[in-house]
Nanobody, 121 residues
Framework: QVQLVESGGGLVQSGGSLRLSCAAS????????MGWYRRVPGKQRERVAT???????NYADSMEGRFTISRDNAKNTVYLQMNSLKPEDTADYYC???????????????WGQGTQVTVSS
């Protein structure tokens, strides 16, 4: 079984920074894509950023230049550095990993439990 555990959320003032972490544990052969998504209550989940196994990244337009996604493959961990935070960034943030348990199994998508980020004005 695989588990994703997030940390780093909290309350921050507008213009401040936070760093989210998401560590995967369990039976892991390889993690391909890793990513961060967010959801505001009452709205649809939106993609924040993704990072491929080779390190290429992709960001949602509103986060480009303010957020940085990175990964540590040795630790099975993905990070999201969030700078210049705005009140509209307030949401629950979820990590998402595409993980293969062994060379013989297919890839499955896993989600973290979510971490709350609140940006005060």
């Amino acid at each position: 079984q695989v588990q994703l555990v997030e940390s780093g959320g909290g309350l921050v003032q507008s213009g401040g920074s936070l760093r989210l972490s998401c560590a995967a544990s369990g039976i892991i052969f390889r993690i391909s894509a890793m990513g961060w998504y967010r959801r505001v209550p009452g709205k649809q989940r939106e993609r924040v950023a993704t990072i491929a196994s080779g390190g290429s990244t992709n960001y949602a337009d509103s986060m480009e230049g303010r957020f940085t996604i990175s990964r540590d493959n040795a630790k099975n961990t993905v990070y999201l550095q969030m700078n210049s935070l705005k009140p509209e960034d307030t949401a629950d943030y979820y990590c998402n990993d595409c993980i293969r348990g062994s060379v013989a199994t297919r890839e499955y998508e896993y989600w973290g439990q979510g971490t709350q980020v609140t940006v005060s004005s």
